[in-house]
């Protein structure tokens, strides 16, 4: 058992990482609809797909779940609406305020640099709430940073300060989408102890579509027409990069250091520039080269924190 969630803990945030980075091109054909409508729309297929998923699983758990006593069961369902309560609008404002921010006018590369920034700000906020880090995690942090800037800022071997850096609304809009997916990701840990990981994945996009709904209905006006011109990307998206990807991040850190799943996370920027490569033709420059070895790096440090686990607990 503790084999295999170590292999949980490491393989789960590097596939979702990987969804994430080649669901970027997906992404990108939906920026002609609203980022609320947008949102709405991945969220609502991720719950038809979590509730298929469950009804599968559930199937096979029935012996499992038969044990349980009536006022457990009570205490797993306030937990789940809790935490999906939680879990969802901080997802739904992350989410809406990225989009927000990428179609307000910020680069691309930009926003995804802005948005990794939760690699740091997790381990900051965590210390708010008492929890240690060690420090191969923070040289982990340290390398990161500069790895996410190479991968999403330095294109073609041209610096930024060539092109400047300036802060507009729309990036920090996007520094706000960062802070939110840190707080997501704490609070993920804080409920994936308690409550079912697929409940509360299928849970949090509930919500996460509710809000969005209602967001797209007050400041949008969705189209019909618009929406079904990119159903593919969306339904990709809401499949894979929202439904599946989301799921993994959740069980993967189900007890374990929420630091080391946000730098696993953070891969995703490796996977992204790999992808385009690949399915766009665009080619890595050095500087991008030398970003996805610095995240290698800090991705093998993250895990040096492992072994010490172990010994703690045969202690």
């Given at each position: 058992?503790?084999?295999?969630?170590?292999v949980?803990?490491?393989?789960?945030p590097?596939?979702?990482?990987?969804?994430?980075?080649?669901a970027?091109?997906?992404q990108g054909?939906c920026?002609?609809?609203?980022?609320?409508?947008?949102?709405?729309?991945?969220?609502?297929?991720?719950?038809?797909?979590?509730?298929?998923?469950?009804?599968?699983?559930?199937r096979?758990?029935?012996?499992?779940?038969?044990?349980?006593?009536?006022?457990?069961?009570?205490?797993?369902?306030?937990?789940?609406?809790?935490?999906?309560?939680?879990?969802?609008?901080?997802l739904?404002v992350?989410?809406?305020?990225?989009?927000?921010g990428?179609v307000?006018?910020?680069?691309e590369?930009?926003?995804?640099?802005?948005?990794?920034?939760?690699v740091?700000?997790?381990?900051?906020?965590?210390?708010?709430l008492?929890?240690?880090?060690?420090?191969?995690?923070?040289?982990?942090v340290?390398?990161?940073?500069?790895?996410?800037f190479?991968?999403?800022?330095?294109?073609?071997?041209?610096s930024?300060?060539?092109?400047?850096?300036?802060?507009?609304?729309?990036?920090l809009?996007?520094?706000?989408?960062?802070?939110?997916?840190?707080?997501?990701?704490?609070?993920?840990?804080?409920?994936?102890?308690?409550?079912?990981?697929?409940k509360?994945?299928?849970?949090?996009?509930?919500?996460?579509?509710?809000?969005s709904?209602?967001?797209?209905?007050?400041?949008?006006?969705?189209?019909?027409?618009?929406?079904?011109?990119?159903?593919?990307?969306v339904?990709?998206?809401g499949?894979?990069?929202?439904?599946?990807?989301?799921?993994?991040?959740?069980?993967?850190?189900?007890?374990?250091?929420?630091?080391?799943?946000?730098i696993?996370?953070?891969?995703?920027?490796?996977?992204?520039?790999?992808?385009?490569?690949?399915?766009?033709?665009?080619w890595?420059?050095?500087?991008?080269?030398?970003?996805?070895?610095?995240?290698?790096?800090?991705?093998?440090?993250?895990?040096i924190?492992?072994p010490?686990?172990k010994?703690q607990?045969?202690?």
């Open positions: 058992m503790k084999k295999y969630n170590q949980r803990q490491v393989v789960f590097l596939l979702a990482a990987f969804i994430w980075g080649t970027f091109v997906a054909m920026r002609d609809i609203g980022p609320m409508t947008f949102n709405a729309a991945r969220s609502y297929i991720a719950v038809v797909v979590l509730l298929l998923i469950i009804w599968l699983f559930g096979f758990r029935k012996e499992n779940t038969a044990s349980a006593t009536a006022a457990e069961k009570k205490t797993a369902r306030r937990q789940l609406i809790i935490g999906g309560l939680c879990c969802g609008t901080a739904a992350a989410s809406n305020f990225q989009q927000a990428i307000d006018g910020t680069d590369g930009k926003a995804a640099f802005i948005t990794a920034l939760y740091v700000l997790v381990p900051l906020l965590g210390l708010f008492k929890k240690k880090v060690p420090l191969p995690v923070w040289i982990a340290v390398l990161a940073v500069p790895a996410l190479l991968l999403c800022v330095v294109k073609d071997g041209k930024f300060l060539e092109h400047g850096f300036s802060l507009e609304a729309s990036d809009m996007i520094l706000l989408c960062a802070f939110f997916f840190a707080i997501h990701i704490l609070i993920i840990d804080h409920f994936s102890d308690t409550v079912d990981g697929m509360l994945s299928c849970a949090q996009f509930f919500v996460a579509a509710v809000l709904t209602i967001g797209a209905l007050i400041w949008e006006k969705p189209d019909l027409n618009a929406l079904l011109s990119v159903a593919i990307p339904l990709y998206v499949i894979f990069s929202s439904g599946v990807a989301y799921t993994l991040q959740i069980l993967a850190q189900k007890d374990t250091n929420p630091t080391v799943v946000t696993l996370l953070s891969m995703e920027s490796v996977f992204g520039v790999i992808s385009n490569a690949l399915i766009q033709h665009k890595l420059s050095g500087w991008e080269y030398l970003g996805c070895a610095l995240m290698l790096v800090a991705v093998i440090l993250a895990q924190q492992f010490s686990k010994k607990a045969v202690n």
